[in-house]
C-alpha cells in the first residue's frame, strides 16, 4: 500500500520526515510517526472525530480486555479467509487496540504490514506513539489516502465509510471483515433511558460491488464492577450523555450488566 496525496491523489512519497507528492504539496511527519493526511479544508469541524477524553476512555477500556472476545474472533476470521494477506488496512482504528492485535495475530504466520486511518487526531497520535512497529495516519474514512487496488485484508469496527472508497482500494480477492452493532447491543442500558427502546436493525450482509463469504453475531453478557471501568465504559457510548448522575453514580456502586452482541461479516471485492 502507498500512501496518495489527499490534494490531488498523486503518490507520496517520504524525504527524512516529509510525505511529498510531484505536485509539491507536503505533509509532515509528528514525532510520533504519524502523518496527518486530513488537509483542513476538508475537516467538518476544529478537532473531528473522537476527543481525547473518550479517546482516553476507551483505550483504557479496550485494554482491560473486555472487548478481547470480538478483537479474537475477528483476527481468527482474518486467518480462515486472508491467511496471505501482506497488505493490511485498519479503517477507523482508533487508538490501534484491534489493529495491533490483528499484526500481532497475522505476523505470527507470514511477513505483513498493517496500515491504520482515523479520523481522530488524538487517537491516531496515542497508536503510533504506542505500535511503532505499525504505520498510521489521520484521514477520512470517507477519503482513504491509500493506492487503489492495494488493500488484501481491510478491517472496519463500528467505522462508517463509502463504498466506493472500499471498492477502489481492495486488490483483486481482498478480503473485508466489518463489525456492527447486532440487534441487542447495549440492550439494557436503552431500557433505562428510553420508554421504548429499538433493537438495532440486522444487517443484510449485503455491500455493493463485494460477495458476502460468511455472517454471525458474537453475543455475550458484559458485567463491570470498578466504578472506573464503569465510567470509561459509559464514557465511550453513545449514550453517555443521557444518563443523569444519580444514575451513574448507582451503576457505580451496584455495578452494571448488558448485553453484547456484534454483527461480524466478511467480504471479498468481486471480479
Same mark, same amino acid.
Given at each position: ?11 507520496? !512519497? ?56 470480538? %478483537? ?26 484491534? %489493529?495491533? &492485535? ?25 497508536? !503510533? ?9 489521520? !484521514? ?6 491509500? %493506492? ?7 478491517? &472496519? ?40 427502546? &429499538? ?8 455491500? =455493493? ?21 464503569? %465510567? ?19 451503576? !457505580? ?5 448488558? =448485553? ?12
Amino acid at each position: 500500500m502507498q500512501y496518495i496525496c489527499p490534494l490531488c491523489a498523486l503518490p507520496l !512519497a517520504l524525504t527524512e520526515r516529509t510525505w511529498g507528492c510531484p505536485q509539491s504539496h507536503k505533509f509532515d511527519m509528528a514525532k510520533e510517526g504519524y502523518v496527518n493526511l486530513l488537509p483542513v479544508q476538508k475537516k467538518n469541524s476544529k478537532d473531528p472525530g473522537d476527543n481525547q477524553q473518550m479517546m482516553f476512555a476507551r483505550r483504557e477500556f479496550l485494554n482491560a480486555g473486555y472487548y478481547q472476545n470480538l %478483537s479474537d474472533r475477528v483476527n481468527q476470521l482474518a486467518l480462515q479467509y486472508a491467511s496471505s494477506a501482506k497488505q493490511i488496512l485498519d479503517i477507523g482504528c482508533g487508538e490501534g487496540y484491534y %489493529s495491533h &492485535r490483528l499484526y500481532n495475530a497475522l505476523v505470527a504466520h507470514h511477513s505483513c504490514h498493517l496500515q491504520g486511518v482515523d479520523i481522530s487526531k488524538s487517537a491516531i497520535k496515542y497508536a !503510533a506513539k504506542r505500535y511503532q512497529n505499525l504505520s498510521f495516519c489521520v !484521514a477520512s474514512a470517507y477519503e482513504i489516502p491509500i %493506492s487503489s487496488n492495494s488493500v488484501d485484508l481491510a478491517i &472496519r469496527i463500528y467505522a462508517p465509510s463509502k463504498v466506493e472508497e472500499l471498492q477502489r482500494i481492495m486488490a483483486p480477492g481482498g478480503i473485508l471483515i466489518t463489525v456492527s452493532p447486532g440487534p441487542l447491543h447495549h440492550f439494557a442500558l436503552k431500557q433505562q433511558i428510553y420508554d421504548q427502546p &429499538r433493537l438495532h436493525p440486522e444487517s443484510e450482509a449485503r455491500i =455493493e460491488g463485494f460477495e458476502s463469504l460468511h455472517q454471525e453475531r458474537l453475543r455475550s453478557q458484559l458485567v463491570l464492577n470498578h466504578s472506573q471501568d464503569i %465510567s470509561n465504559f459509559l464514557e465511550m457510548t453513545p449514550y453517555a450523555w443521557k444518563f443523569t448522575a444519580e444514575q451513574k453514580q448507582a451503576f !457505580a456502586l451496584g455495578g452494571l450488566s448488558c =448485553e453484547l452482541d456484534f454483527q461480524i461479516e466478511v467480504y471479498r471485492i468481486s471480479v
